[in-house]
């Protein structure tokens, strides 16, 4: 198998449909794990029906506690057990559109992990305010600054790993719960002297439904470069 897509859901059913028949227009070698973190609409039932229909389609209904990162957690778990080359990150809402899937493919080889980027060549972020804009390129530069990583999009959930690779990170130790989660896979990376790089990506504002970003997730983003660091000094001292 060359390529597994894991897809976190939480209430995503306007979209969903529509992203898979993207995906698979597209034609590759891809299966695609959709982890459903008990959404209270019919997200998961509606990746049930389309399953029944194509083989390539996965689906994990998770119980436990919501967690966006333990999301991630299970999906690579999943993906890693179909033993593929690539393994992706990617978003429900659309907003990480499916035909950039072969530039991530066609950079893979020879490196670990390809960051799909907002912020290189340009802003390239449609239907956004400015205020949140700017927050998002300030939270990229107080994260890149604070741990001196050479990147300019660190917040992307738009990724694909080379599935060795991501096998050697120990999930069980991640600090984050949140989207800061990406944040600190992007970091363990580096410190591993993994080999990284951005492509270009357009992002496009979600059409239907609701951000999960909230009050908390954004303070646990805030406060995650520094416990990064703090647990990276303990970890040298040991």
């Known amino acids: 198998m060359e390529t597994v897509i894991v897809i976190p859901t939480y209430n995503e059913e306007e979209n969903i449909k529509k992203l898979l028949a993207e995906i698979f227009s597209l034609n590759m070698d891809i299966d695609v794990v959709v982890v459903d973190d008990s959404s209270p609409d019919k997200t998961a039932d509606i990746v049930e029906q389309l399953k029944m229909s194509n083989q390539r389609i996965h689906l994990i209904r998770r119980n436990r506690q919501k967690s966006f990162a333990a999301s991630y957690q299970d999906g690579f778990e999943y993906a890693q057990s ?28 020879g490196n670990d992990l390809i960051i799909g980027s907002r912020y290189i060549k340009g802003i390239r972020v449609i239907n956004w305010s400015i205020k949140r804009l700017a927050m998002s390129l300030f939270a990229n530069r107080y994260i890149k600054y604070v741990l001196s990583l050479p990147f300019e999009d660190c917040t992307s959930g738009f990724r694909c790993w080379d599935a060795r690779a991501l096998s050697n990170i120990c999930m069980n130790h991640m600090s984050s719960n949140g989207y800061a989660f990406l944040v600190e896979m992007v970091y363990i990376a580096h410190k591993n002297k993994y080999t990284i790089k951005e492509i270009p990506i357009v992002f496009v504002e979600r059409n239907f439904g609701v951000s999960k970003m909230s009050f908390n997730l954004i303070i646990e983003s805030t406060l995650l470069p520094w416990k990064l660091l703090l647990k990276n000094i303990i970890r040298r001292q040991k």
């Open 82 to 109: 179909m033993r593929p080359k690539y393994i992706f990150q990617m978003d429900a809402d659309l907003s990480h559109p499916s035909k950039f899937i072969p530039d991530f493919l066609k950079n893979i080889a």
